[in-house]
């Protein structure tokens, strides 16, 4: 009896004990749910931020972002520029390695770079790259690799020649488009090296440990990473969930930490617990046209649609978190460089809304609301882009007359068909990857664009902006380039983003950059769980 009642006492200690941990954090693990399942974790060949998120842990790039967004020495230790600003010469750190402990050389960068303008690789990233001499005419086969100006020198030199004097290159060799990949393990798994857990090996503070496809992510601190005494956590999580109400549920229960884009309808609630939080962004939300698929294919059409747009009462009432109503493609934020002053409000709104003037040009394109071909808009499962759909909906019927359907596709699935054109007018968000007007406006600029859009007006001025060194002339480019587009009204921008998130007060050292990505390298959880 006494040894049964000392093992009950024992079994209710423990008990108890895991009651009172339920919910707590775990103090050497982060957890930050996650909005979308990876495509891949291939930094060379993803493009949305979930897939940045965690890349940003698993790799490195020369530089790293600090806490002001400036870049800072990260796998490069240091460079040298020439006087022209268009030779760049990194010289890694010595003995870096892999995380699996191979050695990481110059030469893994020149490949790796090379890689993603590779034309038969077909990365969606290439043009980040094409500031560099010879990549762009390389991608578009006409030039070979050996033209583009990226060399390794020695195993800790890499040289790097630019077209034209680009002031904001040491920035993009932050972005994960220009992070190396372990070639031995790319050519031996070209489509899947990235696809998975095992055996994927990467160059950052972490190291992936688990991956349940649209489940969950987990990695681990790598021990081959250059700068241990900076990252501050054990391990991170990453739950995944396309559902918004499902993250915060996972935040406020303690299961995460940290979590992006909370429901607007929970806004007020979350402030009042001191969780809601609002970040700097660089960024628009818009609908894209396919310029080539009926009824759209018309830009009196394009045109129509977009002046039924209501976005105050939109941005208001719908999508909230302090965002603020888009009637041009770049967004405020952005200094030109010449004046001093924001390029936003220098080039004012370039888009209005006017219901009478759309069914004018509906009936001018020969159509009425009853013989226009069937109008869908594609968007990916999202609670706030289902909203905005609906809302978008609603305007188009009582402005326009016109009835859309609706069709949501998971985000893997939604981001291939905006790439193949199938779909007439879709969701879609762009955010800076860096902090100049260019990074916007050079979205548009071939026919490999989601909108399969090409005015060759529209890329004479953007190659001309890129050429030339007079920041006032490369501004006045910028701003004509920018009305063409809306000229041609191949979008119709719906707000500037904002970037709202719930946090828990314990959680220290993250960064939001204005570009849209989070750094979780120096995150840790406090314990004594005081406000951030």
């Avoid at 040298?80 to 892999?98: A, N």
């Avoid at 759909?389 to 905006?418: C, D, F, I, P």
Wanted: aromatic fraction near 10%; charged fraction near 25%.
């Amino acid at each position: 009896m006494k040894k049964l009642s000392l093992f009950l006492l024992i079994a209710f200690a423990a008990v108890s004990l895991l009651a009172g941990c339920a919910g707590q954090p775990k103090t050497d693990t982060v957890s930050y749910a996650l909005e979308a399942e990876p495509a891949s974790l291939d930094p060379g060949m993803t493009t949305s931020l979930a897939e940045a998120n965690v890349q940003a842990e698993l790799f490195e790039g020369l530089t790293r972002l600090d806490q002001h967004n400036q870049p800072q020495p990260a796998l490069a230790e240091s460079w040298d520029i020439s006087p022209d600003g268009k030779v760049y010469t990194f010289h890694l750190r010595p003995h870096l390695t892999w995380s699996d402990g191979t050695p990481l050389t110059a030469q893994d960068f020149e490949y790796s770079w090379k890689r993603v303008v590779d034309p038969e690789v077909a990365s969606q990233n290439a043009y980040m790259l094409f500031p560099i001499e010879g990549a762009e005419a390389y991608n578009q086969k006409k030039a070979t690799a050996d033209t583009v100006g990226v060399k390794a020198l020695d195993d800790q030199t890499l040289q790097v020649r630019l077209k034209d004097p680009t002031v904001y290159f040491l920035t993009l060799t932050a972005l994960h488009c220009y992070y190396p990949v372990p070639r031995w393990l790319v050519e031996a798994k070209p489509d899947t090296w990235a696809s998975d857990a095992a055996g994927l090996v990467g160059c950052g503070p972490f190291v992936i440990t688990k991956w349940v496809h649209s489940s969950e992510i987990n990695v681990k601190r790598n021990p081959n990473y250059w700068d241990q005494a900076h990252v501050r956590s054990e391990r991170l999580e990453f739950p995944i969930s396309e559902s918004q109400a499902t993250r915060l549920r996972l935040v406020e229960s303690g299961q995460a930490n940290l979590m992006v884009e909370p429901p607007p309808a929970d806004q007020d609630r979350l402030e009042a617990l001191g969780l809601y939080r609002v970040a700097p962004y660089l960024g628009t939300y818009y609908y894209v046209f396919n310029v080539q698929k009926k009824p759209f294919d018309d830009v009196r059409i394009r045109r129509a649609f977009a002046l039924t747009m209501e976005r105050q009462g939109l941005v208001e009432h719908i999508v909230r978190a302090r965002k603020e109503a888009a009637y041009a493609w770049v967004p405020p934020g952005i200094t030109d460089t010449a004046t001093g002053k924001d390029f936003r409000a220098e080039g004012g709104p370039l888009q209005h809304e006017d219901a009478a003037k759309a069914r004018q040009l509906l009936q001018e394109a020969g159509y009425t609301p009853e013989t226009l071909p069937e109008v869908t808009i594609l968007f990916n499962t999202n609670e706030m882009h289902k909203a905005v759909a609906e809302a978008v909906q609603a305007m188009w019927q009582k402005n326009l007359g016109v009835h859309a359907g609706l069709t949501n596709q998971e985000s893997k699935v939604y981001l291939a068909s905006r790439m193949e054109g199938n779909f007439q007018v879709a969701r879609a968000s762009w955010v800076a990857d860096y902090a100049d007007p260019m990074t916007f406006l050079d979205v548009f600029a071939d026919a490999d664009n989601d909108a399969k859009y090409h005015n060759e007006d529209y890329n004479r001025l953007i190659r001309q902006a890129k050429e030339t060194s007079d920041q006032a002339v490369r501004m006045q480019y910028m701003h004509e380039a920018e009305k063409i587009l809306f000229d041609d009204c191949v979008i119709i921008p719906i707000y500037y983003t904002t970037q709202p998130y719930v946090a828990q007060p314990y959680v220290k050292g993250y960064h939001w950059s204005p570009l849209g990505l989070i750094d979780l390298k120096e995150a840790y959880i406090d314990k004594k769980g005081d406000t951030k």
